[in-house]
C-alpha cells in the first residue's frame, strides 16, 4: 500500500487549498484515514480524520479544534483519493501535511510523504 500526497502551496491569508491523498493497493474495512500536520518546531498534530466502519456502516468524520468548520475531509471511492478542503487559511496553517491510514482489520499503518503549505499573513 503506498499513499501519494499532493496539492500543497503556497496561498494568502483567507485562501483556499484541496489537498488529495491517493491510495495505492489494497486497504481493508474499518479503517481510519487520517490528515496530519507538522509546523516547524511543533509537534504533529492531527487535523482531522475519516472513519470507515465497515460494510454496513457509513464515514463519519471528525477534526481537530484549531480547523474545525474551516477544513472538510472527504474520500472519492471511485479515484481510491481523500481529500482535505482547506478554506479560510491562516499563516498558523503553516505546516507539512501528511496523510495516515490505520487498517483496523490487519493493523497496519501508511503514511503519505507529505506536502507543504505555506500561507502568508
Known amino acids: 500500500v503506498q499513499l501519494q500526497a499532493s496539492g500543497g502551496g503556497f496561498v494568502r491569508a483567507g485562501g483556499s487549498l484541496r489537498l488529495s491523498c491517493t491510495i495505492s493497493?489494497?486497504?481493508?474495512?474499518?479503517?481510519?484515514m487520517y490528515w496530519h500536520r507538522q509546523a516547524p518546531g511543533k509537534q504533529r498534530e492531527m487535523v482531522g480524520r475519516?472513519?470507515?466502519?465497515?460494510?454496513?456502516?457509513?464515514?463519519?468524520?471528525d477534526y481537530g479544534d484549531s480547523v474545525q468548520g474551516r477544513f472538510t475531509i472527504s474520500w472519492d471511492n471511485a479515484k481510491n483519493t481523500m481529500y482535505l478542503q482547506m478554506n479560510g487559511l491562516k499563516p498558523e496553517d503553516t505546516a507539512v501535511y501528511y496523510c495516515?491510514?490505520?487498517?483496523?482489520?490487519?493493523?497496519?499503518?501508511?503514511w503519505g510523504q507529505g506536502t507543504l503549505v505555506t500561507v502568508s499573513a
Open positions: 475519516i472513519v470507515s466502519g465497515g460494510s454496513t456502516s457509513g464515514l463519519s468524520t
Open positions: 495516515q491510514v490505520h487498517d483496523s482489520r490487519t493493523l497496519s499503518q501508511y
Open positions: 493497493g489494497t486497504i481493508f474495512s474499518p479503517n481510519v
